[in-house]
């Protein structure tokens, strides 16, 4: 129930945004935003390895979710 709840949420969170920003920028920040929303669950509720490289990683996808506001024109 939680699951599907999320996925409305979500899909609702999208249809907003592009309202207001190109649909491609609006679909890389929502598949940015759920993947490092994923990885941040894997870490903290399932315990997988939270090594430097990895939150190096996860940080990386964060600062080019973060750049694409500049670039995006708006």
Request: proline share 4%; aromatic share 6%.
């Amino acid at each position: 129930m939680a699951f599907a709840a999320c996925i409305a949420l979500s899909s609702s969170c999208l249809n907003t945004a592009t309202k207001t920003i190109p649909v491609g920028t609006s679909y890389e920040v929502w598949a940015g935003f759920g993947a490092v929303g994923t990885a941040a669950v894997g870490l903290m509720l399932y315990g997988e390895a939270a090594n430097p490289a990895r939150i190096l990683l996860i940080l990386g996808i964060v600062a080019c979710i973060v750049g694409l506001k500049p670039v995006s024109g708006h």
